[in-house]
């Protein structure tokens, strides 16, 4: 029955892990972007 914990954990901690690094490529990408952005290019 420990199998079944171990593997709840496993795919609790691979689904933080993932959204970790989406987080960490969203902020670099957004990084990129800002300088490659203008005045006029700014929607606000």
């Known amino acids: 029955m420990e ?3 171990d593997i ?3 795919a ?3 689904c933080w892990g993932a959204a ?3 987080l ?3 902020v670099f990408r957004r ?3 800002k300088k490659t ?3 006029e290019k700014r929607e606000n």
């Open 24 to 26: 960490i490529y969203l």
């Open 8 to 10: 709840i954990i496993s």
């Open 3 to 5: 199998a079944i914990g």
């Open 12 to 14: 609790y901690s691979l």
């Open 37 to 39: 952005e203008d005045f």
């Open 31 to 33: 990084i990129e972007i």
């Open 20 to 22: 970790f690094v989406i």
